[in-house]
């Protein structure tokens, strides 16, 4: 059955957190464990790597353009982004998992989104020595957009409103886990590994051009300057809202009616969620779970 055809599935009810050799996950990301650590890497796979709601589709949309855009257009303008890359730990019942659509995938480079923690990689990227993009965003905006995903996806958790929800972020329990433990130790593993470029939202939101240039010496990829144009505008996020192959709206677990999956794109839309005092102790918080780290946001551009 074809992914899509999940729209037409009446789903079973919201899935519930549990640990998973310390990380909280739902069934849907470990269902499919064994076939995923197993996974066989290819030496040019390039690798997604996000916590959740930090920029995954945006960095996916943009690595498929680059590499396959002008040579296949039709690829973009007929396949949905999570066909197009595939996400690897992903398991629900009537869909290809993130391994199967990985495993028929005959292009070279093939684009794998996951949202793993850097301890649940796969050792075949790291023997292949495959190159990763991370991309990591603010915690701020990071828990909001998280929020209405979970509101609006039903392979989410229920999120519960708001504050509760805050709270839950802060105490590590969502699904993969802990912000702070995956942007620390992605960080971390960055700095013995050459393959791993680090990149951040803020950084995409405030200068495409500069970290697509960026993406491609990283890649030794070279755009002619009509191509990098074009990538440019095509990854905006009014192009990107308007298409329904990087929207997800052809995807049947989520119901946008409630929230859409691409919301805002915004760096600095926290300051419309959190009060004050929220705030306040958000602050005070991060500076404890930070203080071990050199790794340094903007919640504003
Ligand atoms: S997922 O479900 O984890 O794969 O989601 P992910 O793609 O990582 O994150 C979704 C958020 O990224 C925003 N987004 C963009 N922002 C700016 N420009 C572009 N082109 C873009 N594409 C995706 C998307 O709107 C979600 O953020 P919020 O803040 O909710 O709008």
Redesign the pocket.
């Known amino acids: 059955m074809g992914v899509r055809a999940i729209a037409q599935m009446e789903l079973p009810p919201r899935p519930e957190l549990f640990d998973f050799h310390g990380v909280s996950m739902v069934h849907y990301f470990t269902d499919n464990w064994d076939n995923v650590q197993n996974f066989q890497a290819r030496p040019d796979d390039i690798l997604i790597a ?9 960095v ?2 943009m690595l498929d353009l680059m590499y396959f855009g002008k040579s296949s257009p039709e690829r973009a303008a007929s396949v949905p982004i999570y066909e197009r890359v595939p ?1 690897l730990e992903f398991c629900v019942q009537g869909m290809p998992t993130g391994v199967e659509l990985a495993d028929k995938t005959t292009l070279s480079p093939r684009l794998i ?1 996951t ?1 793993f923690p850097v301890q649940f990689v796969p050792k075949s990227f790291w023997e292949q020595n495959c190159r990763i993009i991370y ?1 990591a ?1 603010n915690a701020k ?1 990071n828990v ?3 929020f ?2 979970d509101r609006m ?1 039903k392979v989410e958790p229920e999120p519960g409103d708001w504050p509760s929800f805050l709270q839950r972020f802060q105490e590590g329990k969502m699904v993969f886990g802990s912000w702070y433990d995956h942007v620390k130790g992605w960080w971390e593993k960055k700095k013995s590994n050459p393959k791993i470029l680090y990149l951040f ?1 803020e950084d ?2 405030e200068d495409m051009g500069c970290e697509l240039d960026r993406v491609c010496n990283f890649l030794g990829v070279s755009l002619n300057e009509e191509d990098r144009s074009w990538v440019k505008q095509a ?3 009014d ?3 308007n298409n329904s192959m ?1 929207n ?1 709206s052809t995807i049947g677990v989520m119901d946008f009616k409630i ?8 760096v600095g ?1 926290w300051k419309n969620h959190f009060t004050v005092s929220q705030n306040e102790e958000f602050d005070e918080q991060y500076k404890l779970k930070m203080a071990d780290t050199s790794l340094c946001f903007r919640t504003e551009i």
Not at 259 to 266: A, D, L, T, V
Request: aromatic letters at 20%.
């Open positions: 996000t916590y959740p709601k930090a920029g995954t589709t945006w996916s949309h996400f989104k949202h991309v965003r905006d909001v957009s998280y209405h995903f996806n939202y995409l939101a990854v905006g996020f192009a990107m809202k990087a997800y929230s859409p999956f691409m919301r805002k794109g915004k839309d």
